[in-house]
């Protein structure tokens, strides 16, 4: 098993309810090794703000950078990247949490499979704690694959930069960056592995940046045009008869594995 140091990249913004179980989750890990790198997003919720001195005082692991304006999630997770130390970069926004074991087991996973993007299944869970749901991971993707939907949670991604000889950082988009880095990482390495288990719980906000689902469709499109040289046009054909048939059969298999898991749950 490795002992490589893990660069855990955190934005957070007004997320005062939620961050302290945040920051618990990696706290808890079983994989010591690891920084926490937490950008605030220049967050105006004061409980968000003493939670994160709180916390930046108690573990000297856990290091904080707070913007003077709000330039969002994307530019927040850069500006953490910037200071990473570690050879695998990892995600987690400061209203999701991780499993105990998650490090451990994709590091272990990713040394036997040596891929250089590892991801997870994760559950749903809404702002009251009640599970809503699973997204059940593909046990691997392509960059065709990939590029035909996002399929990889950014809450449970890690990444080698050892392997991928380099830091990668999120494209300058405000929303939509987290798919485009991952189509830039397949672009390299052209597959990436998964562990089809749950290793994480993502939070589901309704003011959160994600939750408008039309607002994303422009950006959808420009992840086409920046990443993959597009012209406008061509980029809406592909969105349109490419993207969206392929979302909505993967919203629809997300149904189907929720009703099963909260059967099961039941």
Same mark, same amino acid.
């Given at each position: 098993?490795?002992? /490589? ?60 950078? %707070?913007?003077?304006? !709000?330039?969002?999630?994307? *530019? ?23 499993? &105990? ?17 590892? *991801?997870?299944? %994760?559950?749903?869970?809404?702002? !009251? ?5 699973? $997204? ?13 939907? !996002? ?6 991604? $890690? ?34 592995? /998964?562990?089809?288990? &749950? #290793? ?13 689902? #039309? ?19 061509? /980029?809406?054909? *592909?969105?349109?008869?490419?993207? #969206? ?22």
């Amino acid at each position: 098993m490795t002992d /490589a140091l893990v660069s855990i990249i955190m934005p957070t913004y007004n997320a005062g309810r939620f961050i302290a179980d945040s920051i618990e989750s990696i706290l808890a890990q079983t994989y010591p090794h690891w920084e926490l790198l937490i950008t605030d997003d220049h967050s105006t919720d004061p409980l968000t703000l003493d939670t994160l001195r709180r916390y930046e005082k108690q573990d000297g692991r856990i290091n904080v950078v %707070y913007l003077t304006e !709000n330039r969002g999630p994307g *530019y927040s997770r850069n500006k953490s990247i910037e200071r990473a130390a570690g050879r695998y970069i990892a995600f987690c926004d400061g209203d999701d949490c991780w499993m &105990p074991d998650k490090l451990e087991r994709q590091l272990a996973y990713m040394e036997e499979q040596q891929c250089a993007l590892c *991801y997870a299944s %994760y559950i749903l869970r809404d702002e !009251n704690d009640t599970d809503r749901g699973i $997204v059940i991971a593909p046990k691997q993707i392509t960059l065709r694959q990939l590029k035909h939907d !996002n399929k990889v949670g950014c809450l449970t991604a $890690v990444y080698d930069t050892k392997r991928l000889g380099q830091k990668y950082f999120m494209p300058a988009l405000r929303k939509r960056q987290d798919w485009a880095l991952f189509l830039n990482i397949l672009k390299q390495c052209g597959t990436a592995c /998964a562990i089809t288990d &749950p #290793l994480a719980y993502y939070r589901i906000r309704q003011q959160s940046v994600s939750s408008n689902k #039309l607002g994303l469709i422009k950006y959808n499109v420009l992840v086409y045009q920046k990443v993959f040289g597009y012209s406008p046009l061509k /980029a809406r054909l *592909y969105f349109t008869f490419i993207f #969206l048939p392929t979302h909505f059969w993967k919203l629809l298999r997300r149904q189907i594995d929720s009703w099963r898991f909260l059967r099961k749950k039941k």
